[in-house]
């Protein structure tokens, strides 16, 4: 027997030995296990490997057996001789087939409406909405392709390749953020004067073409100078209402073009900025909506009135419009 120390001792040993070992060799692992066995014997190693005592002696009898050969511990296949064969009779198999051949890809709902009926005829029993999806499935009984279809927009689109070069207020840019946290999905709309950098950023419920019209209104509420260009990427936010809003106000709509966040550079780096300086750093998103609003609004007067911006020349946005533009109606 083994004092309480010394099989502290030779537990610990083997656990590191054991972690060493590489265990993604089946047969040398069950080797490894025996030989502890023989060492130390079963209750000691079954309590170090976590190997039950039948499986262990069921190594040991099959390793003896064959005279102590490694092959004998690799393990087995588990798969049954004999599986289970799909009994379905074959003339449903052979309706499904060309019921999905003259019909398309219809579901298995509405197949089975007109089986159980074809059933009925042959006086045999029908079959289950899961068989008829497995059968699908194992005769690969898909006929037509799908079709991939492009959204068709009855406008032409206006695309840039370049960010914009602008020596006045009044083109803008806008997109749509979503930002996670715990696992709960918050959505922002955001629009930014790329000459003078007013900004503003509204939390919305949904990325609606709705909201992105209500959102650029309350930014022509806010901002001094008068709005002549929108630019925007190609998402959905940005078609319907909102695009059929800029046209009746008489103001160009300018998109990017795909995967080309670059082009949006300015309200990218806005989008960025906003998360980092205020939405990361505002617990009252967890808990409380509407303090997050007011927080929010005094962000935004911050950021337009005092911060200062490097491109700027360090002076806020209301103060490089006041500068060089005295005759815009500030906040």
């Known amino acids: 027997m083994f004092s309480a120390n010394s099989q502290y001792d030779w537990l610990m040993k083997t656990l590191s030995n054991s972690f060493k070992f590489d265990q993604s060799d089946p047969a040398k692992f069950r080797l490894h296990v025996l030989e502890h066995y023989y060492k130390y014997g079963w209750k000691p190693t079954t309590e170090a490997f976590k ?5 262990l002696y069921d190594w040991k009898n099959r390793y003896e057996a064959s005279n102590k050969a490694l092959l004998s511990l690799i393990p087995k296949k588990t798969r049954p001789k004999r599986v289970r064969q799909m009994t379905t009779d074959w003339r449903l198999i052979q309706f499904i087939r060309e019921f999905r051949q003259q019909h398309g890809n219809i579901g298995r709902e509405k197949i089975k409406i007109f089986l159980d009926e074809y059933a009925l005829e ?6 289950s909405h899961r068989t008829i999806t497995k059968i699908i499935k194992r005769k690969n009984l898909f006929f037509d392709q799908p079709v991939k279809s492009k959204r068709k927009n009855k406008f032409a689109r206006d695309r840039t390749r370049k960010s914009p070069k602008v020596k006045a ?22 629009c930014i004067d790329i000459y003078t950098k007013f900004a503003y950023t509204r939390k919305v419920k949904t990325l609606s073409s709705l909201q992105a019209k209500l959102t650029f209104q309350e930014f022509e509420k806010r901002s ?23 046209e009746e106000s008489n103001i160009k709509h300018q998109f990017i073009y795909p995967k080309s966040p670059k082009i949006n550079g300015v309200v990218e780096r806005f989008n960025r900025t906003i998360q980092e300086e205020f939405i990361n750093r ?17 962000y935004l007067a911050w950021y ?22 005295p005759k815009s109606m500030c906040l």
């Open 51 to 55: 190997v039950g005592k039948s499986t």
């Open 122 to 127: 042959l006086g045999i029993n029908s079959i």
């Open 169 to 190: 207020p009044g083109y803008i840019e806008m997109d749509s953020v979503v930002i996670y946290i715990n696992n709960i999905r918050h959505n922002f709309m955001c």
């Open 224 to 246: 001094p100078n008068n709005v002549h260009t929108v630019q925007t990427d190609n998402g959905s936010e940005f078609f319907k209402t909102f695009h059929k809003y800029l």
């Open 282 to 298: 505002s617990d009252e998103i967890y808990y409380d909506e509407k303090a997050f609003e007011i927080k929010l609004h005094n």
């Open 304 to 325: 337009n009135n005092k911060r200062p911006h490097t491109s700027l020349g360090y002076l806020s946005p209301m103060q490089f419009i006041q500068t060089n533009f």
